[in-house]
């Protein structure tokens, strides 16, 4: 049996509790999407994060590590939040209104091919005959959802 520290049970149940909401989102998303149009919905849905991560900045204590970061790392996050945030959600909340939730949180899933590749040649990370095989399964997954109407 594999005794895990607490920090690292709270990092699976946050893990799996964000696996559950990114989950869950492209279901209420549609729904919500049939009265507002794509930038609508991603507007209000950054202007209640901004207003929810502020307040989880201000109560922890965290808003006080803002001005200690470097020129470069706030660059980086805000390029993160453009590409994650603000163009990501757009084109996924696009493809939901085009394709419907499921096969889009499916094709969306393909994401996890992504990180491993770049952590190949930009990182210099291994993969393993597991995680290859993982890859390799998930792309198939992918392209069968992809292709459930031909």
């Known amino acids: 049996m594999v005794c895990y520290h607490l920090e690292a049970v709270l990092a699976i149940l946050l893990a799996l509790g ?24 991603n507007f209000y849905g950054i202007l209640a994060g901004l207003f929810v991560i502020t307040a989880y900045s201000f109560f922890s204590g965290e ?8 020129l470069d790392q706030f660059l980086t996050f805000a390029l993160l939040g453009i590409v994650t945030i603000a163009l990501g959600r757009t084109f996924y909340y696009v493809s939901i209104t085009k394709i419907g939730a499921g096969p889009s949180i499916s094709i969306v899933a393909a994401s996890i091919l992504v990180a491993p590749t770049i952590a190949l040649f930009v990182l210099n990370e291994l993969i393993n005959l597991k995680m290859a095989t993982g890859i390799v399964m998930v792309f198939a997954g992918v392209y069968f959802i992809a292709m459930r109407g031909e």
């Open 18 to 41: 964000t696996a559950i909401s990114w989950g869950t989102n492209p279901l209420f998303a549609r729904r919500a999407m049939l009265k507002v149009d794509v930038l609508g919905a």
């Open 63 to 70: 808003m006080t590590a803002l001005p200690t970061l470097r």
